[in-house]
């Protein structure tokens, strides 16, 4: 009887939609990954290209799944914001990436700005500044230490809720970038009105930027903006020499991409720190 019925258990698993059990599978996991300790994050290089100096580096996600080995974030992600589980992976992330970068500090490298990755989910709630002014006090970390990138997704609800709540956390002193900058729909309505530092050039414009005239016109728009309203910019996902010689011409400042350095973890990202001229 006990055979019959692991039979017909694999029977009725075989019959179901195959990323429908997937995703409960995976949904287990990903519950039990913060108790476990199988996240990790990857430091990734800002760069100031007409100095050659590190200004600061993004924190990026992976999950280290002792079966699968390591998951990138967009593998992911999407499950977890689902589920509510991005909410306290973020608060983790937000804890970890402080910490670190204080640890950095405190170990003598010249201070550097954390960029981290922040879900729209996880902005929207109440909780949101108190999160992050936790993750400060808990490391210690000052607040111009810690820059938060945030999507044009945020714009879809509240928007009056999202200006304020982004007021308030610049009041602090926390730095705030819009990612993946032109991918999304509200940009250039509601750019003016957001209280942001700094744009990031998504990596789908710097790609093709030398042989695109369109995409190269777009980047050379963004910069133009950019300069008229007094914002920084970065160039994500920059891989070659060409790539980086247009940025400088058109004088994008800082980078970030694989001609630096992938996303890394913090052991190896220490080690270029020391090699970093202070
Ligand atoms: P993102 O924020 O746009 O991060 C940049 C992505 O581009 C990273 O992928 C990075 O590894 C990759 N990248 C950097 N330089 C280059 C390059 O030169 N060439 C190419 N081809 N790729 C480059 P990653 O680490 O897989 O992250 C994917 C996305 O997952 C991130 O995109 C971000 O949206 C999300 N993510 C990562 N960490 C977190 C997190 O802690 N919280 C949240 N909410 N989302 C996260
Ligand atoms: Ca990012
Ligand atoms: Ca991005």
Known sequence: AKEAGKNSYRFYLAEMN???IQKLVMEEWLNK???YEEFVLYYQPQVDIF???MNGMEALLRWNHPRLGLIPPGEFIPLAEETGLIIPIGEWVLRTACKQNKAWQDAGHPP???AVNISPIQFHRSEFVNVVLDALDESGLAPEYLELEITE???MYHVDQVIHKLQTL???GVQISMDDFGTGYSSLTYLKRFPIH???IAQQFVRDITVDPDDAAIVQAIMAMAHSLKLNVIAEGVETEEQLAFLLDIRCK???GYIYSKPIPAQEFMKLLERMPA
Do not use: D, F, P, S
């Open 112 to 114: 550097l700005k954390m």
């Open 170 to 172: 610049r009041n602090l």
């Open 254 to 256: 800082e980078i970030q």
């Open 18 to 20: 195959e990323t429908v």
């Open 198 to 200: 700094k744009l990031k």
């Open 153 to 155: 997704g945020i714009a």
């Open 33 to 35: 990954a913060l108790e």
């Open 51 to 53: 100095t050659n100096r």
